[in-house]
Nanobody
């Protein structure tokens, strides 16, 4: 069982930045694909970015050139640097992990954190 704990959410104005972190309690963390998802009220959970165990990165189009995903295998930690935030980025953000091949679907991931709220005001 992998326990994921997110932190770093908050409220910012449009154009601002936030850095989310996710700590994983799993000694084989480096072998996992790690991802960030988000869910706005009344909407389905959507994939934002993921990084696989080889370091390959993928982003959904709406966050390209604004968000950066990174992992620190020595600290079992995943980060999401979010710049140039927009009101439409407002959502609960979730960290996710899997030992399988991963993608942008929720079914691609097996473990989930509790989420951290990001609110962007105009």
């Amino acid at each position: 069982q992998v326990l994921l704990v997110e932190s770093g959410g908050g409220s910012v104005q449009a154009g601002g930045s936030l850095r989310l972190s996710c700590e994983a309690t799993e000694y084989t963390y480096s072998t996992y694909c790690m991802g960030w998802f988000r869910q706005a009220p009344g909407k389905e959970r959507e994939g934002v970015a993921y990084i696989d165990r080889t370091g390959r990165l993928s982003y959904t189009d709406s966050v390209l050139d604004r968000f950066t995903i990174a992992r620190d295998n020595a600290k079992n930690t995943l980060h999401l640097q979010m710049n140039s935030l927009k009101p439409e980025d407002t959502a609960m953000y979730y960290c996710a992990a899997t030992g399988r091949l991963c993608g942008f679907y929720t079914a691609d991931f097996d473990y989930w954190g509790q989420g951290t709220q990001v609110t962007v005001s105009s």
